[in-house]
């Protein structure tokens, strides 16, 4: 049976130089690491993972729980951070909680257990309280998307507030005096920042702004599309939309085209998140560009950081850009 030993051998290198490439330590020279990586394909050496994860009391492995697979936000950001993750010599698990704070516990217990590296976590909505894991978490662990308030983790957000002003005051700006709003799942932290962002531009612009017009819709396709036929069904029907979710976005675009409108003619439409198959939509969509890649990738970035001991992971929040674009009809 090859052992490491034999591996460091062939390569010419320390037992240590060996281990440190086998378990993803990036501190490893260029050189170092091909001759390691050579002879171990060259031997057949494959590193017993499990003895290693009870050993450190960790595995290579890291978790990504996120509040909702349906919604591309998030496949986008799964990419991104698998293939960061990848490249520092972690592997990516991704556990789906849809927006259930009970599912959101189960998962990280079961996260614990398989004794991950560290967890990125996209919270379901919901205060701190009760969140025993979460309160004194056993792995490192960065928020991303949306926070937690009274919780020290770092968190990886997108200026969601500042978006939601600058897309309703576009659509102002185009002649819109009745805008409303889909807003997703209550007290999530990513509602709260595009109401008042929404909430904003009126008051910029002197507006009234009816409450009624503010109208929660599950955070899905057929929320967006229920709250969409709600509208529409008023005697003072809205000149826009802006749902708070690609995926409601779409269930309005549904909705709109079943009622027999057309956008932006009868009703505009706009929403957070860029979604591919929105390029087929003729005339196109006012959409808010999430930075999802980044998101990833910086979320993955600071958790290894953590993982590896290079900051107390009590600080780092970091707010990215969300970049408006605009329909051009």
Known sequence: MTTIKDVAQRAGVSVATVSRVLSGYPYVSAEARE????????????PDQVARSMRLRRSNMIGLVISTIENVFFTEVARAAEQAAHAQGYHLVVCNTDEQIEREENYLTLLSRQLVAGVILAPAPG???????LQASPF?????????????????????????????????????????????????????ARRHGFRR?????????????????R??????????????????????????NNVMTQGAVMAVQDAGLRWPDDIDIAGFG??????????????????????????????IAQIEGRNNGLSGDLVLHNRLVAAQR
Not at 202 to 215: H, I, N, R, S
Not at 221 to 241: K, S
């Open 127 to 133: 205060p701190a309280a009760g969140r025993a894991l």
């Open 35 to 46: 001759l390691v990586l050579q002879a171990a394909e060259a031997l057949g050496y494959a």
């Open 219 to 244: 955070a899905t396709i057929e929320g967006g599309y229920q709250a969409t036929v709600a509208l529409l069904q008023r005697t003072q029907r809205p000149d826009a939309l802006l749902a708070f």
């Open 274 to 303: 860029f979604f591919q198959t929105a390029r087929l939509y003729r005339p196109p969509l006012t959409l808010i560009d999430q930075p999802t890649h980044e998101m990833g990738t910086r979320a993955v970035a600071s958790l």
């Open 140 to 192: 490192p662990l960065v928020l991303i998307n949306r926070r937690i308030e009274g919780l020290p983790y770092p968190a990886i957000t997108a200026d969601d507030e500042q978006a939601s002003f600058e897309c309703t005051s576009w659509l102002i700006a185009q002649g819109r005096r009745r805008i409303a709003a889909i807003t997703g799942l209550p007290g999530a932290t990513t509602t709260e």
């Open 201 to 217: 531009a009126f008051t910029a612009a002197g507006l009234p702004l009816d409450p009624a017009d503010e109208v929660a819709g």
